[in-house]
């Protein structure tokens, strides 16, 4: 089954980190985001890929091809944002009239069976129970769990269900017409065309899918809800690397993600710390956090804290929200 993987987002949620950085290459657990997708469908025996890229796609791209040579890849650039709908349209030449596929979106982590959703005898859509559903897709279903309406972030909810990024479409052609009727009637939810429409017109006109209801979804959106991920998905490793380059007075709390270049003095990580390779930390308290690849953080005490890439740090405790290629000196 041929999987599409949309990542044109520019992740303004996530800012400043996502200026440099691709929100679905933002570290967590000690890996990208778009990792734990790939890995869990690899195993599920998924081989054929369709990314839509925008910004920063060539970051994507040289990711995908680095880390992942194995898998058949193809890339589409959504150069104009105009929604989901119309970045799912943009594959419409990769498929076969009756020819299944899956979407999953590139930003989330689904602790979920892939291989009980690839063999859903049903078209599913993934969904769970959130307590404010005005900021997703949700879904109506009956008694026997099939769906019977799907609202785009609807101001007034419907439902509590929430459209979670995960669609297994048994029948792509009624997928593509779906989606090329509101592309070309201009059908727009929120200024935007919308994959959520697509389906609503799907169910109209007779097609049905069932709720694949998931425990665990994690929306890696924002700093909070990044922050929560890692600590999640810590929580599910106790390792630690067998060796370190240079860790000396150095007392680490697992579960933690640290990779072995760092080099770590007179610190105290942990717990639930992500630190990215080749990165320098002396004289430091560091908790709940993500640290980035090439950084150096001095006399510092950091909780709740996303760093990224190359940055410096010198200075006192702070919560800080600090992107690729900064330095900041809080001695003064």
């Not at 609807?154 to 297994?168: D, F, M």
């Not at 999640?232 to 072995?260: G, H, W």
């Not at 510092?300 to 010198?314: E, K, P, Q």
Request: aromatic share 8%.
């Amino acid at each position: 089954m041929k999987v599409i993987i949309p990542v044109a987002g520019t992740g303004t949620r996530l800012r400043p980190h996502t200026y440099t950085q691709p929100k679905a290459l933002m570290p967590v657990a000690g890996k990208p985001i778009i990792s734990f997708m790939l890995d869990e469908l690899l195993r599920a025996g998924c081989i054929e890929f369709i990314f839509i890229t925008g910004y920063l796609g060539d970051k994507i791209r040289h990711y995908v091809e680095e880390q992942y040579p194995q898998i058949k890849a193809h890339y589409i650039e959504q150069k104009d944002r105009e929604g989901l709908g119309h970045a799912i349209w943009l594959a419409k030449d990769f498929f076969s009239p009756d020819e299944p596929l899956l979407i999953l979106l590139g930003d989330s982590v689904f602790d979920i069976d892939m291989k009980e959703v690839l063999n859903s005898k049903d078209s599913v859509l993934g969904v769970k129970k959130v307590e404010d559903p005005r900021g997703f897709g949700v879904a109506v279903a009956d008694e026997n769990d099939y769906i019977t309406r799907v609202v785009e972030k609807p101001n007034i909810p419907v439902s509590n269900q929430a459209l979670i990024g995960l669609y297994k479409i048994n029948n792509s052609i009624r997928l593509f017409d779906a989606l090329a009727y509101i592309v070309q009637h201009d059908v727009r939810t929120n200024q935007s065309i919308q994959l959520t429409d697509a389906l609503m017109h799907m169910i109209d006109k007779g097609e049905h899918f069932k709720a694949y209801r998931v425990n665990n979804w994690f929306d890696c959106g924002q700093k909070d809800s990044l922050l929560d991920t890692n600590t999640i998905l810590l929580r599910k490793r106790n390792d630690l690397p067998e060796s370190f380059q240079s860790v000396t007075n150095t007392i680490i709390i697992p579960p933690v993600a640290i990779d072995p270049t760092c080099i770590i003095n007179n610190a105290i990580i942990g717990p639930y710390v992500t630190v990215g390779e080749h990165t320098q930390i002396n004289d430091c308290i560091i908790r709940d956090s993500i640290i980035g690849s090439y950084s150096v953080i001095s006399n510092a005490m950091l909780h709740r804290s996303v760093i990224g890439n190359d940055a410096t740090i010198i200075g006192r405790s702070k919560s800080l929200n600090l992107g690729d290629d900064t330095e900041i000196d809080l001695r003064n």
